[in-house]
Nanobody, 121 residues
Framework: QVQVVESGGGLVQAGGSLRLSCAASGIAFRFNAIGWYRQAPGKQRVLVATISSGGNTNYADSVKGRFTISRDNAKNTVYLQMNSLKAEDTAVYYC???????????????WGQGTQVTVSS
């Protein structure tokens, strides 16, 4: 089973950038899809971006054109590059690993502990 650990969160001003990392363990990583969810205070967890084992990507409308998900299989790591950050991007960001994008979309998989992103306006 692939285990994941997030890093890279922090405090940034509106308009700034952050890059989150999702480091995975396990030889099955390159066969797995990876997703990023976020959960703002008092709100439900929502799917932000996914990347399939083949590198196909999908994004929530709210982050299209600003966020980019990518993977480096040699480093067992997936990145979420976040540009033009807005106050409404403030949330805990979670990485999830699963065998397919459909499974990630259902909320099933191996979850990380989350990393806090705070955007000040």
């Amino acid at each position: 089973q692939v285990q994941v650990v997030e890093s890279g969160g922090g405090l940034v001003q509106a308009g700034g950038s952050l890059r989150l990392s999702c480091a995975a363990s396990g030889i099955a990583f390159r066969f797995n899809a990876i997703g990023w969810y976020r959960q703002a205070p008092g709100k439900q967890r929502v799917l932000v971006a996914t990347i399939s084992s083949g590198g196909n990507t999908n994004y929530a409308d709210s982050v299209k054109g600003r966020f980019t998900i990518s993977r480096d299989n040699a480093k067992n790591t997936v990145y979420l590059q976040m540009n033009s950050l807005k106050a409404e991007d403030t949330a805990v960001y979670y990485c999830i690993s699963a065998r397919s994008v459909a499974t990630i979309q259902s909320g099933s998989g191996s979850w990380g502990q989350g990393t806090q992103v705070t955007v000040s306006s």
